[in-house]
């Protein structure tokens, strides 16, 4: 049920999507139980025919969309072309994981049907080649052995089941494509899933990348031809629905002509040659801009494990809430990872938080010296590549008027660079922001995960004091792992002027929100307003709030209106 709630987000784009794979499916499925052409083929092989080729077909439209989603070079230009990318568009694009997920499912699906109803196929193709003379199965199997004659059946052999299966699938072109593809298509799904993700990102990267592999067996898997119907020219002289009757007199004087067959050319390539080309052209871009000068001016060690990277690259430029992917060749010449940028557009550096979690994360930290307790220098700190910046949800903020922003943990990274943007936007000139009022919650297991972004909260706590616009910036930050001890601390000093914790006015709140009734009083205090709703964080809490983003919306188009966005990269 989470994952369907997470996939529906899609909307209408999703309902398009299957509703075109159920009509291919349904389309190639009469178009190989019906016609006179694979009336032979049918005998063979029965309905396996039918249930093979139907999601074959799907398969090639799954195929030509699963790399589309993944061209970040691509969708970042759509995202920021506002002349072909209305909002409700960008929002599309915004979940392009999660339609790149349901397509690799779907794959996986149609995977699963061809393969079983092939096995099929090989089996009573087998069989039919091996059985006695009699049957019009036996007399269509031996069809090719004589001059003059095309066969229907593949299986040339007389080797017998099960022998005759397998070496069906490890010699027959189609049959070992078959194998590698699938095993291929084995590993990329179970290497994606969130526990290999989360704990084992060297395995997921590694494995996905087998991708290459699975299209270069897809494009060549139908070339052996292994599907044949009989010719147009054939058709015209040897009536299979009549002739079928009388096989034995088949070639004979006045009788019908023996019929022949062609096998169908391959066509998955032309489904799949313009995505390929496309991503071809993203990796070259992505190459082209991993190459380009990087300089790490500043290392900062924050507290929670956490370090901060401040860097230089010429021509960057950024907007608020994008990420870039970082490779550091001195922990790994190939693996590449995602990290939302935290600096505002407005300041002269780029920078990343590092949160450390795992062997690429340890080594970083290791490389940039932060291990030791002396100061590095900056011409012993290690070569970064960056790609990108990449668009994200958050590039939208600045749209409505009116905004809730949701950090949990290290998710609050893209709103670090949204609050700096905000801050160097009053510091200047804020009479053209359209944004009048932010909502902030940040969930955290643990006290010391506020300290690095405690100054920032009080730069801007100030700067909206000085301003008299107290009222813009309402942030409320929930400790949700505390115990007893700490418990009775806070409360010993909560009738201070300044939280104990971040040093902040808004006193920390322990637990979790209650977001109905936070939704509630957002949506009284803003009627008729559209208010969007911003997430860095789990499944589970998008889960929620795009539930609740939903109830709390008014079916009247005057009424208010929560549009829910989720960072994904």
Not at 96 to 121: E, Q, S, Y
Not at 366 to 371: E, F, L, Q, T
Request: aromatic share 14%; with cysteine.
């Amino acid at each position: 049920a989470q994952n369907w709630t997470q996939y529906s987000r899609c909307g209408l784009t999703s309902l398009v999507w299957l509703g075109l794979n159920v009509f291919l499916f349904w389309w190639f499925y009469l178009a190989y139980d019906l016609p006179q052409n694979f009336f032979y083929t049918r005998v063979l092989l029965g309905r396996a025919l039918a249930l093979a080729r139907a999601p074959a077909a799907c398969l090639n439209f799954n195929c030509m969309l699963i790399l589309l989603p993944v061209c970040r070079n691509l969708l970042s230009f759509l995202r920021g072309s506002s002349a072909c990318c209305s909002t409700r568009v960008r929002r599309q694009l915004d979940r392009n994981l999660t339609f790149h997920k349901m397509v690799a499912w779907m794959i996986a699906l149609h995977t699963a049907i061809h393969t079983i109803a092939h096995l099929f196929n090989v089996e009573w193709s087998v069989h039919a080649r091996v059985e006695e003379e009699g049957t019009l199965a036996a007399v269509l199997s031996r069809l090719g052995d004589s001059p003059n004659e095309s066969y229907i059946n593949f299986y040339r052999q007389t080797i017998p089941n099960p022998v005759g299966g397998l070496y069906v699938a490890f010699t027959y072109l189609a049959g070992l494509t078959g194998v590698i593809i699938t095993l291929a298509l084995i590993l990329i799904i179970t290497s994606s899933t969130k526990i290999i993700r989360r704990s084992y990102f060297e395995v997921f990267w590694y494995t996905h990348h087998l991708f290459v592999i699975f299209f270069i067996g897809l494009v060549i898997h139908g070339a052996g031809r292994i599907v044949r119907g009989q010719t147009a020219m054939s058709l015209a002289e040897h009536i299979p629905e009549v002739c079928s009757k009388n096989f034995t007199d088949w070639g004979k004087k006045g009788a019908c002509p023996v019929p022949q067959f062609a096998g169908n050319p391959p066509m998955t390539w032309k489904w799949v040659v313009g995505p390929m080309f496309l991503y071809f052209c993203e990796r070259l871009v992505r190459f082209w801009r991993s190459q380009q000068k990087v300089v790490i001016t500043k290392v900062v060690i924050h507290p929670f494990k956490t370090i901060e990277l401040q860097m230089m690259k010429k021509g960057f430029k950024m907007e608020v809430g994008q990420y870039i992917f970082v490779k550091c060749p001195a922990v790994s010449k190939l693996e590449w990872h995602p990290f939302t940028l935290t600096s505002a557009p407005e300041e002269d550096y780029f920078s990343i938080h590092v949160r450390i979690v795992g062997d690429w994360t340890e080594g970083l930290f290791n490389a940039c010296g932060c291990d030791k307790q002396e100061f590095q220098e900056a011409w012993k700190l290690p070569k970064i590549a960056v790609d990108g910046p990449f668009g994200t949800a958050s590039e939208d903020v600045f749209s409505y008027e009116t905004v809730m922003l949701v950090g949990a943990g290290i998710g609050v990274t893209p709103f670090a660079s949204v609050l700096k943007s905000v801050w160097y936007k009053y510091c200047h000139d804020a009479t053209n922001l359209k944004l009048k009022k932010i909502y902030f919650y940040w969930l955290c297991r643990d006290t010391h995960a506020f300290e690095w972004f405690a100054d920032l909260l009080q730069s801007l706590e100030t700067q909206m004091q000085e301003r008299n616009n107290a009222e813009f910036l309402s942030y409320n930050i929930y400790l949700t792992g505390w115990d007893e001890t700490q418990a009775t601390h806070f409360v010993m000093h909560h009738e201070e002027e300044k939280d104990v914790i971040t040093g902040l006015k808004q006193k920390t709140l322990y637990g979790r929100p209650n977001w109905e009734n936070e939704f509630k009083t957002i949506a009284r205090q803003h009627p008729g307003s559209r208010i969007g709703v911003f997430l860095c964080g789990p499944e589970g809490l998008a889960d929620t709030l795009n539930k609740q983003s939903i109830s709390n919306s008014e079916a009247d188009p005057r009424g208010v209106h929560f549009i829910f966005n989720k960072e994904n990269f």
